[in-house]
């Protein structure tokens, strides 16, 4: 770690595609509220130690090594004489947050070998180098996975985790001075060495394009650390994961070259929670190129219009890193970017401490109502294969939901996994469900899941692996019902405690978006507040847990499929007001409209179709390509530069209403329960194939949906009218 302020102050060249929205230097207060926070990064154990440090070199170094001896044996079986397999060569390049230098203890390695053209993939680097692997005794937990988006090799070497790609270049000959930034690398090679190649070539250019690296590296850890303890630091869910949270946070960089950590912790909050998506953060703009390359371009190509947090990779070919968000993540995330930057306004007015920001997600309390979603195999070995693959498939639910639904039912799914120690091979995943803001409570309309569901899990059974005693359950499960595993020490917390009057109260005082800088509301309130988001202030009656018994049968064949009915749920609204909230403002809307409209629409992120068809009657012109003057750059920062203009470009931001809608009782009965846990750290997976979504099955026909079984899973959702007097659940 740097000193704070000690070294110079970046010079005011333009680094990204606008000029920087402040190039000041530090303020005594900042480099002391740096100091507080490079503490609490020590103090949280984000730093290896020297020993740690020195024995990931030595790994590294030896993993080079095995694979120069590789590449040579490939030339031995290929019949190549003698002087190609002297000059014949691999290298080793390290890429994602070893190579940022964001790291922390235990992190494993992200790692691509990048090999001559005669070494392949498949019979090569996945035949001959993971026999020679298997074969080392310092080599644990090998588990290579050649049929992901990108094919990858995982084990462990003397303890330390690695990620190894592959990369087979058009080259006879790798020398060791390769330099994998250049576009001609790319020349003659497949869409997965492509996909390979980019995660060190990003890397490499995000390190370029930020004004100062320590700053930088500084800020990404507190970020990282933020959305892990938030609970949105997760790819394969539909939030961020590395790669994403390093490109928002050198975007930020860039609009304040010579600002330290502590205030770019800030800046950030700020900005985030005043950018209008879908509009892309972008480092630099978007190269053509000259290899016909397909790169991120919703002028030309229709699946990127329908892309909702546009997070724009740097090399080329420039792609979209964030393509997995869904509308419940992201308004998920943009209520985290509000929560983040009104603490952050207390930190820097001395009114709270940077442990206030850094405050674990009380997921388990914070709704009524959850989906369960338990998965079992009959190995340990299974159960790896098995959980990746419903992993990578689990976005799928949510987006379906909100699919079949009308964007009405959102869905926040947890990035983590569950286990019931009394359960072997056995997994637990889980969601939160509410009611979207600005939902008509009058329309008491029922949504009837259960196909979407089905849906779902055909999705998920149709694994090219997948045997008889893989095993998935999709059901309901009310807050007071959650099985007794999902909790810190199997110990059940009390039920939050929450004044109706006071949170009406503040409901209302909320209501004066966007502009309501008399309405300050108390961090006590906003707390007391938080526990309860999205719940109701009725209860409901009780339910019982999810049934989770991993019978093995064939899932393949409907009628065997041995699950309880679900009765009908009813979700019901509650007394919270249809209050204008920051997410709810369109994407691409003009300032000028802004100001014209200063009680936004009553809907929320609007639903895929509607941020298709606005994407989609947007200026093409407004996509900044590299041919294109910087005057054209659309990049979401107008509101944040006339926040910042208001009080000489260091204003305080916009305040924002709170995001804390009361959340719909439901009626559920399932039976079942839980016992005591330990609660498994889940692997994240960085990169996902993009999914498309087929025409919904489950809002089809009365005649479709008399088909299914009368035992398949029934979750209906009614949103009636609720007075606004406290009573009992219908």
């Known amino acids: ?131 020679m692997l298997s074969d080392m005794p310092e080599v644990q937990e090998l588990h290579p996975v050649p049929d992901a988006h990108v094919p990858v090799m995982r084990f462990k070497f003397n303890g330390v985790s690695i990620d190894l790609l592959y990369a087979n270049v058009s080259l006879w000959i790798i020398p060791e001075d390769l330099d994998i930034s ?85 800046r950030f909050f700020r900005v985030y929670n005043l950018w209008r998506w879908p509009n892309p953060v972008m480092l630099c703009p978007i190269q053509d190129g000259s290899l016909g390359l397909s790169f991120w371009d919703p002028r030309r190509n229709y699946k990127d219009r329908t892309h909702l947090m546009p997070i724009i990779t740097p090399a080329y070919p420039c792609m979209n890193s964030s393509y997995n968000v869904s509308t419940s993540t992201l308004r998920v995330m943009m209520e985290e970017f509000h929560r983040g930057n009104e603490i952050c306004e207390d930190i820097e007015a001395n009114k709270l401490r940077w442990e206030t920001l850094f405050e674990p997600f009380a997921f388990f309390e914070a709704y009524k109502n959850y989906l369960q979603i338990d998965i079992a195999a009959e190995t340990d070995d299974d159960l790896m294969s098995w959980k990746g693959w419903v992993e990578s498939r689990k976005r799928l639910l949510t987006l379906k939901i909100e699919r079949d639904t009308s964007g009405v039912l959102q869905c926040h799914p947890h990035p983590g996994e569950f286990s019931d120690k009394s359960k072997p091979f056995h997994h637990s995943y889980f969601m939160g469900l509410r009611r979207k803001e600005g939902a008509n409570p009058q329309e008491a309309q029922q949504f009837d899941i259960r196909m979407t569901v089905e849906d779902f899990k055909r999705d998920v059974y149709a694994y090219s692996f997948w045997k008889p005693a893989m095993w998935i359950h999709v059901c309901h499960v009310k807050r007071k019902d959650l099985p007794i595993f999902v909790f810190p020490g199997g110990v059940r917390p009390s039920p939050p405690q929450r004044n109706s009057s006071e949170s009406r109260t503040t409901l209302r005082s909320l209501a004066s978006y966007p502009v309501q800088s008399d309405a300050v509301v108390s961090r006590k309130r906003k707390k007391l507040d938080e526990p309860n988001r999205g719940t109701s202030l009725t209860e409901s009656s009780s339910t019982g847990a999810c049934a989770s018994d991993a019978t093995s049968f064939d899932p393949r064949i409907l009628s065997k499929q041995p699950e309880p009915d679900i009765s009908a749920a009813k979700i019901e609204d509650g007394v919270a007001e249809n209050l204008p909230i920051h997410a709810r403002e369109i994407p691409g809307l003009d300032q000028s409209e802004l100001a014209a409209k200063p009680s936004a629409s009553a809907d929320a992120f609007p639903v895929p179709m509607a941020t298709e068809k606005h994407v989609t009657e947007q200026s093409s012109a407004q996509i900044p390509l590299a041919h294109q003057a910087s005057s054209e750059v659309f990049d979401g920062l107008e509101g944040v530069l006339k926040s910042e203009t208001q009080n000489n470009a260091e204003a305080e931001g916009v305040a924002q209403p709170e995001l804390f809608p009361d959340e719909e009782a439901v009626e559920l009965a399932i039976a079942g329960n839980g016992t005591a846990s330990i609660i498994q750290p889940k692997t994240d997976l960085e990169e996902l194939e993009p999914l498309e979504l087929p025409v919904s099955t489950a809002i089809a026909s009365a005649s479709a949906s008399a088909k299914v079984p009368a035992q398949k899973p029934l979750i209906r959702f009614s949103f009636t009218s609720l007075p606004k007097a406290t009573g009992n659940s219908a």
């Not at 019979?123 to 026999?131: M, N, Y």
């Not at 250049?182 to 492509?194: A, C, K, M, R």
């Open 1 to 131: 770690m740097g000193s704070p302020g000690s070294s110079a102050l970046a010079t005011a060249t333009r680094v990204g595609l606008s000029e920087p929205i402040s190039t000041g230097g530090p303020s005594e207060s900042d480099v002391s509220k740096t100091r507080e926070l490079e503490k609490f990064l020590v103090d949280a154990g984000l730093y290896e130690s020297h020993d740690e440090a020195i024995k990931r070199e030595e790994v590294l170094g030896r993993l080079d090594q095995i694979v120069k001896t590789w590449v040579k044996n490939v030339g031995r079986v290929r019949g190549y004489n003698g002087s190609v397999i002297q000059e014949a060569n691999a290298k080793i390049f390290t890429f994602g947050s070893y190579r940022l230098g964001v790291h922390g203890p235990g992190a494993d390695i992200d790692t691509l070998c990048v090999g001559p053209k005669y070494a392949t993939r498949n019979e090569d680097f996945f035949g001959e180098l993971h026999r």
């Open 182 to 266: 250049q576009e001609s690398i790319l020349q003659n090679v497949d869409d997965q060495t492509v996909r390979s190649l980019n995660g060190c070539r990003v890397t490499d250019h995000i390190l370029r394009l930020v004004p100062n690296i320590q700053s930088f590296r500084t800020t990404l850890r507190c970020m990282r650390l933020w959305a892990k303890r938030r609970g949105v630091y997760s790819n394969v869910t539909g939030f961020l994961g590395g790669i994403n949270w390093a490109l928002l946070v050198a975007r930020i960089c860039q609009l304040y070259p010579n600002a330290l950590p502590s205030m770019l912790v800030s």
